[in-house]
Structure formats: C-alpha cells, structure tokens
C-alpha cells in the first residue's frame, strides 16, 4: 500500500498508475516480478561459497569481526528475547555520529547497505528521471532501475580511473539519481571528491547523489561525507560487510540530510531501520571506532593485494592499475573470463564474475595470505 502523499509524489514525478501498482507490490513485500527476481537471485548465487574452495569471488572480508566487537555480539545474544534492549541502537548512531563529526539526525543504520542502495533508486528515480552510473560498477542499482522503467545510462570507466563524473552529467543532464561507487566494485578505483563537488555544484537542484563507500575503509581516500553533512541533496552508505568483516551479520549506515531520509523511508515507516538484529549492532558499535585495528587490517591487506599482483607478473595477463580496495581487475586478454572462472574453480579457487564491458576481466577478491597463494598457484596451473 502506497500512502496518500507518497502516491502524489510518484504521480508528479511521472509514474502511471499501472506503475504504482508495481511499486506496490515491490516495496509492499509482494512478489518481485521475474527478471528481477533473476538477477537478484544470480547475485546472491554468485555470494554463496563453494564448499571446500578458497572464497575470493564476493569481495567479503578474509577474516571475521574484531574480536573484542566479536565478543560485544556474543554477549547480548542470551537477551535476543528484546528488539533492543537497553537501546543498542541509539548507541550505535551516537558511536557514529561522534568518529565521522555528522549530526547524529542525519544517521540512520540499516541492516546492510544493499536495502538503501535499491531503495534510492526507487525513491528518487521515475520513468521520467533516470539513473546514471559509471560501467562497470556494481550493478544492484541497474536491476531497480531497470524494474522501474527509470532511463539508465551507464558511462564507461577507464581501467585504472574513478567515474567520468563530467560523462556521467552530460549522458543524462536531469537525472533523479547519480550513482557513484568509491572505490568503485569492481574496479577499486577511487573518485575524489573534487569530482563528486563538481558534480553536486553542476546537477540540477532537485537531483540527488548517491555515493557509495562499502570499502572506503580499505582506501586512504577522504570521505564524501562532509558533503552529507552539509547538503540536502546527498546520499553517503557504508557497510559492515567488507573491511569489519560482518557480512553475515547485516548492517549498514546512511548518512543524508533528514528529509532525504524521509523519502526514503516513506513505504514502511522505518520498519526497516528500527529493529535491526542486535547481534550486529553491538559488535559494530564496538568496531566502529577501532580506529588502529581498521589501520592494521587495511595494511595486511594492501600487503597481500601487492604480493598477489607481483606473482601474476609472471604471466601474459594485465591487472587494471590503482585498485584502492579488496580487489583486483584481472585482464586473461585471449580468455573469457567466464572460461578462466570455471577453470580456477576446478581447482578449488572460486573467484568472481564479470561485467559484459569487458568479457576478458575478472574480478578478483583480496583474501588471506593462503587464499592468495591458492589462487596465484591455481594461475600458474591454468596458465602453464
Ligand atoms: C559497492 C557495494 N555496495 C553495496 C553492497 C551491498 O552490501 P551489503 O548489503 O552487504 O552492505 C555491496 C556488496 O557487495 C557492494 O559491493
């Protein structure tokens, strides 16, 4: 059911009414329509490991949470009986609102960031404004695109470099949504910030950007938040699933101005964002300041990220430069990606996929030390 207000909103932004109905059913938890329902199912496929083979496809974290955050969850799991007892939330956006200096309103925590993510494009996109991002890059928001009827225009990346943020404007000039990822998935590539200004500084007024920063925290790249801070027409994310390690766990943050929010939440009156499973809560209330232990994992894994690139050197092959995250773009050059996939699978290394802007590249996740050795070993196997 789509409430009075909202419904005029979509209305004037250019929806039939037929499209509600959709929305409806979308946002209303009725059933997805089917290709949607595909794509989202070939996304949470592709998450799931291989038994018995090294995980290096999902860009998830080598390792678990922080264990003294670990102990934080194991501790309130005998109170799983309370939604939220003793407001573990409120502490939650308090913690957050104190390490990135933003007003503790313009805060909320999701569980994950893949929700506010989709939820942007619905909330801001239409059949008549249109989404815009960079290709590749992480594709979640294409599929709500694509499901709205919402024009999407994807504007190509050149390998080692952030968005084309001036492309990105000029391929749609009145879009209700701009799309950046920083680092990008799968490039890890950085946008700065000096771009994502111009951006906000060029846009018409009543578009938004949303910048997505799941795996800042594996880059020495300063943040857009100050701009969330400042603004009513940004959307930052993070994510506890990369670099604290909580995938399983389900928690996210977004910071925006209160009416951005607002929208956003507008379907289900924060039923998303109120109750949240309490285990992640208290175990990322306790990481998310560890500021020296987020440095030290952020160095091993730069550290194993060289030392696996430098062993691929040994081959034919190019790895896309400047990668500021927990990943590579590895370029086979004669091989599909797809083939090289099934190969290194059948040695029990699962990486991860491809996008269709270059069928030769794969994305490959920075794991541990031995995970990394598997892989380059598996490499020299395929490639002898
Ligand atoms: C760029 C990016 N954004 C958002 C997500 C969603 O992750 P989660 O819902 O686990 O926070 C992912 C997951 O891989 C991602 O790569």
Redesign the pocket.
Known sequence: MIEADAREDLLVRGYSRRQLGRIAALIGGGAMLAPLADAAQAQSNAARGVAGAVQIG??ECWTGPFPEAAAAAAQILAQGNRYDPGDHRGALLKTVAAVEQVPEERILAWP????P?VRSVISFCSPTRGLVTADPT?ESAWRAATWLGAPLAKVPMQPGKGADVRAMLRANPDAGLYYI?TPN?PTGTVTPIADIAWLLANKPAQSVVLV?E??LHFSDAPSALPLAAARGDVVV?R?F?KLFGM?GM?L?LTFAHPDLHKKMMRYDGQQVTGTLPMTAVACGNAAYPMADAIRARRAEMIAVREATVARLARHDLRVHPNSQANMIMVDWKTRKAAEMQAALLARKVQIGRSWPIWPTVSRVTIGSVADMRAFNDAVDAVLA
Do not use: I
Request: glycine letters at 16%; hydrophobic letters at 30%.
């Open positions: 999902a860009n994950g960031s893949g929700d993510l992480f990822c998935n997505d799941a795996y994310m994510t699933s995938a389900r996210g």
